[in-house]
């Protein structure tokens, strides 16, 4: 049997307003399960972290060796939840954890609006220019296609590993001003970018590019285009 945890509170400025919930639910939520996966004598756990457990590094791309350094409540609810992983590896050696360290995922079926690609798709459907927030014009961000993500988790879920924590991420970061420039090219829509308003006042890192050669050498993985992941994406939303 394999148990995979996806669940947490997953929204950069949620957590900025209510730390303590994203904590409870990201880190006390990961060892709910880690301590259920015990009992129950689960083969294998699959736990979901985020590349930004690595907060501000001076090396980019950032390899899964990196030191933590968070720097938001929703950074540091997931760093708890990795510090959780790594103690239940170490300490109960029977249990098979992998943890995974995902780039900012897209695809069909997910309403975040306040996430670039979501709200990508809403504008360019009203026809509308695609909304980059004033402060991440020059921001730089990895981004990997649910599909993709998919089938990765399929992969570690079936296989086995030689590691305990994968990066994923295409290794192409891009700013968001030039993501947004991709996505409007990709579905040939005619309407410029447009800049808007950041919605509050949390902390993000200014460039992150993680290192997802690991898990791409391993299993000798290859990525959906960008840009038919884009129509993808706006074919199915």
Sequence with gaps: DVVIHFAGKPLVADCDLAPFDAIKANGLGTAAVLEAARYAKVKKSI??????????????????????????????????????CDFYRKHYREMDIISV???????????????????AIRNIKNGK?????????????????????????????????KHSVYNFSTNQSMSI???????????????????????????EIPFQSIDGSRFIEEFSFEFTDFEQAIRETYNES
């Design 47 to 84: 736990i979901i972290e985020t590349d930004k457990v690595y907060g501000y590094q001076e090396v980019v791309p950032t390899p899964e060796t990196a030191i933590f350094n968070p720097g938001s409540p929703y950074e540091f609810s997931k760093v708890v939840a990795a510090s959780v």
């Design 101 to 119: 360290r995902p780039v900012n995922v897209f695809g069909a079926g997910d309403y975040s609006f306040t996430r670039i690609v979501p709200a």
């Design 129 to 161: 220019g695609v909304p980059v927030q004033e402060h991440a014009v020059n921001i730089a961000r990895d981004f990997i296609y649910v599909r993709d993500v998919a089938e990765m988790m399929y992969i570690l879920a079936t296989r086995d590993t």
């Design 177 to 203: 001003w030039t993501l947004a420039e991709r996505i409007t090219k990709a579905l040939d829509h005619d309407v410029e970018p447009i800049i808007v308003k950041k919605p509050g006042n949390y902390p």
